[in-house]
């Protein structure tokens, strides 16, 4: 995102020319939007199921990157987030978090920036899965003379990382990091449960994600050793958890945003989708039924996370400006910076001038919110309006690694 | 990509540390590199066949974003290129570059930004395929008193945008340019082209290519319309072309780079591939065999342009930290920041410690690219290395629109 220039054309038709607000008819497109109401009250409900369950909510800043959007997360205060990147978390640090998770395996080269965010106060929880990764935590914290504290991944489903919780090797690598004054806990992620469409394989993930972080927190118990963080979580699972006993902490990321992935397992409404995608009609291609758009995969990512569903769609569903679906409207091919709209089920594509601006609901809210540099941000609660919603603030996304 | 901490941990192995040069062993991963060898020679590669070809060269600067990159296009010079944001425009235009085309279809909101470009002394055209186009493009032009050079979109194959050379309203939309002083002339872009599997099907679209955009400009000829510029380009097309008589200029951009989408197309070969990510070793999966690492989509995006071709290359093929391909092992899945690396072909994974480095060439360079605030540059023609190959520059990347 550029700055946008604070003129509009004369040949385009802007709401903020005579009333001085700046609107979503003024930035250049494309770029994207956060609907701070639907933010806070995905927020809200999340928070709320946490605290029926008794379990602290961690949740993962990995999807919006941003400051603002985390200062919602627990009520203005710098509470425990867990973080995809070391980046996330010397900025977060830096804005006075002080409880973080760095929530993908450790390596060697990456250890001085974790020691320097130590040393600085920060409580900056690793994550490992092997007696190789525990020996050089171990190691790196006896030589620099701080805690590491360190959690050990579970695999609870064969999504990706972890031991399972009946490997050989567990109490071992809990051992290694307990004599090094290092061990945290266990954490396990049931990456899975986004392939669960009914809302009773989601409570089975979320038992099962429970059970196997809760199995391998009693085997590390059962041979001496404390374990102080038993950590689960998924968008999903989080939402679907009835009992979340032996748990400590919940974490989850997407649902601050939540997504057309979320919303066709059910995990949410459409109404919920609170990141979008501001486009204009640049083209008409009346033979093929096409609308072309300045919004491509440079904006929207190449996220196609509901072909895998039962309702595929696209690139994205449309909206007008205000958030209002257009019923049937789709998103259904991308190149860089050229988004194709095409109708289905029959339904008729509406007239839509060139300048039109629209909004496309992404499939994947942290891979499309990943192709901006931040967030106009508009306040829904204020209703639909009669002109175009008006910008509330611009939060900045943290970048790179 | 944040600075990286210019100190290794004691518990890895960098080849930097004794001899002071950075090296690919140093910053934290992931991160793009780019061999500038390679570039250079692609570069020039089809700087040979546009002179040969007889016609002007106006590279599309969307892949690298890059004005270092772009510094090698014409040797040295600010030559002609083709941007697909007005940021891109911005930036160029902000380094001298007079001669631009902004090769994304224009609405009334982006207008000013293209004025203030003129106005600098930029020549900066603007591409359209509508009557309302043209006529809110004249009527700017007018109203600034200055000269907005436009191109008519042709469409040559179905891919996008642009209207068939047989166009009904084609000589109309250019009597409106003309007749404000903005008629610059016809561009078209083989996009289906990558589709095109053989060399002859590469040829005869490029041959297609060529005879809609010359057809088209005939057609404004016909009707007394003066049309100096006749542009065609595409990275298959470009490298297919025999004739373009009656074309002006060639456009492509994705051959700085290459990527496993054109190797898999035969226009290159997979070591013309100059960009790719390097990544390290996480875990291990022997049970699942994969490896894990830890550049994941947000490192590598999402784009899987070789899923369609006949050789599916996942997420992208492994090198070593040298550049050497390490054979069938593929990365086939990707989250956020983890990325999974298996063997194909009844190959044995590599033993690869936590903490090894490796690279991964991509399957579309432009989206990668996208990934990243910018490269870390090596120089291939200096051949393997005893140690991990220099870092000789970092070239920044023109982000947002």
């Given amino acids: 995102m550029t700055t946008a220039p604070s003129a509009c054309p004369s040949a385009s038709a802007s709401a903020a020319v005579s009333s001085g607000a700046r609107t979503l008819a003024d930035p250049d497109t494309p770029f994207a ?40 997360l627990h009520d203005g205060s710098p509470g425990p987030v867990t973080v995809s990147t070391l980046a996330e978390a010397e900025a977060f640090a830096a804005a006075g978090y002080r409880d973080l998770t760095y929530a993908v395996g450790i390596e060697p080269h990456k250890v001085p920036r974790v020691v320097a965010l130590v040393r600085r106060g920060v409580t900056l929880r690793v994550l490992l899965d092997s007696t190789e990764q525990a020996t050089f935590v171990a190691a790196a914290a006896r030589e620099a003379g701080v805690a590491l504290p360190a959690q050990i991944e579970i695999d609870c489903d064969g999504h990706r990382g972890g031991l399972r919780p009946d490997a050989p090797g567990l109490p071992g690598i809990g051992r290694i990091l307990h004599d090094a004054g290092c061990l945290d806990g266990v954490l396990t992620h049931a990456g899975e449960s986004y392939h669960c469409h009914t809302a009773e394989e989601q409570r089975a993930a979320a038992r099962n994600e429970r059970d196997a972080a809760v ?21 999903p699972t989080a939402h679907a958890a009835d009992d979340l006993t032996g748990v400590t902490e919940l974490r989850a990321g997407n649902y601050v945003f939540f997504d057309l992935v979320m919303a ?3 995990v949410c409404e459409l109404d919920d989708l609170a990141l979008s995608v501001v486009v204009t009609v640049i083209g ?44 049937d409207v789709v998103m259904t091919a991308a190149s860089q910076e050229h988004g194709t ?30 192709q901006h540099q931040g967030y106009q941000v508009v306040d829904g609660a204020h209703g639909p309006a009669a002109s175009a919603p008006v910008i509330t603030a611009y939060w900045p996304r943290v970048t790179g690694w």
């Fill in 33 to 72: 939007v956060v609907d701070v109401h639907r933010v806070r009250r995905n927020v809200a409900r999340l928070r709320a199921r946490a605290d029926r369950l008794g379990v602290v909510l961690r949740p993962h800043v990995k999807t919006a990157k941003s400051l603002d959007a985390a200062a919602l």
């Fill in 215 to 235: 199995a391998a927190a009693e085997r590390l118990r059962a041979a001496g050793l404390p374990v102080p963080t038993v950590s689960v979580g998924s968008t």
């Fill in 264 to 266: 066709g397992l059910g």
């Fill in 284 to 327: 008409h291609r009346p033979e093929y039924g096409w609308i072309v758009t300045d919004g491509g995969w440079m904006a929207m990512s190449r996220d196609r996370g509901t072909s895998a569903q039962p309702q595929d769609q696209g690139y994205g569903l449309v909206t007008d400006l205000d958030g209002t679906l257009i019923p």
């Fill in 341 to 370: 709209l095409t109708a289905r089920n029959g339904a008729v594509l509406p007239e839509l001038p060139i300048g039109t601006r629209l909004r496309v609901l992404p499939n994947h809210a942290c891979a499309t919110a990943a």
